[in-house]
């Protein structure tokens, strides 16, 4: 079986910064893309970074220049730094993982169970 687990969330005031982490573990072969969502009250979640296998990150156009995605894949770790946080950024964020199975080699969407990210004064 394969977890990811999310850390780093918490409550920050608008303009500063969060980094949050994802761990992926079990029966990994390898992980092709890495991502982050969110999921504000009463909206539906929202893609917002990707980065491939090999480091190549996109973002969505509300986090641009604000945030960025990083990945270490000796550890099976994706980050994403969150600068000029604002309020409109409140929401649980996910992480993603495109994990191909040593159990298998059968390739399968993972989901992390999130973690709250609330930005307020």
């Known amino acids: 079986q394969v977890q990811l687990v999310e850390s780093g969330g918490g409550l920050v005031q608008p303009g500063g910064s969060l980094r949050l982490s994802c761990a992926a573990s079990g029966s990994i072969a390898a992980i092709g893309g890495m991502g982050w969502y969110r999921q504000a009250p009463g909206k539906e979640r929202e893609w917002v970074a990707q980065i491939t296998s090999s480091g190549g990150p996109n973002y969505a156009d509300s986090v641009k220049d604000r945030f960025t995605i990083s990945r270490d894949n000796a550890k099976n770790k994706v980050y994403l730094q969150m600068n000029s946080l604002k309020p409109e950024d409140t929401a649980v964020y996910y992480c993603?993982?495109?994990?191909?199975?040593?159990?298998?080699?059968?390739?399968?969407?993972?989901w992390g169970q999130g973690t709250q990210v609330t930005v307020s004064p």
């Open positions: 993603n993982a495109a994990v191909r199975r040593s159990s298998d080699y059968g390739l399968h969407d993972y």
